[in-house]
């Protein structure tokens, strides 16, 4: 298997992290990874303009998926036609963040 690191690229979000996914080596193609990835992510493959290879390099074709390697990160690109596929969390819904909690060592 190849792992990958994946998410959907949203430069409004205040947290967009990443999620990892499992390719087959056996099956490494663009139409798989679209697909494997979209599924992960809760996304239509038809609102994805292209996958980008950070930090700026667009996938096109099976040999661009061939090269990848284990937890190379990519970010699906949609069309930004569709500003709907956002909701903003209400301030109730989101998580709390304590930065002082994140900072303690051990």
């Known amino acids: 298997e ?3 690191k994946v ?3 949203n430069p409004n ?3 967009n992290d990443f999620i990892e996914i499992e390719l087959d080596r056996q099956e490494l193609t663009y139409k798989e990874l679209l697909r494997v990835s979209c599924c ?3 996304v239509n493959p ?3 303009q292209k996958i980008r290879k950070l930090p ?3 996938l096109r074709k099976d040999k ?3 090269r990848l390697q284990d937890f190379q990160e990519l970010e699906l690109v949609l069309t930004v036609s569709d500003k709907n596929l956002f909701r903003v969390p209400a301030l ?3 998580s709390g963040y304590n930065k002082k909690a994140s900072e303690l060592t051990y």
């Open 2 to 4: 190849l792992v990958l």
């Open 7 to 9: 998410r959907i690229q």
């Open 13 to 15: 979000l205040r947290e």
């Open 40 to 42: 992960e992510l809760g």
């Open 46 to 48: 038809e609102h994805v």
């Open 56 to 58: 700026n390099t667009m």
């Open 64 to 66: 661009d998926v061939a």
């Open 92 to 94: 109730s819904e989101r």
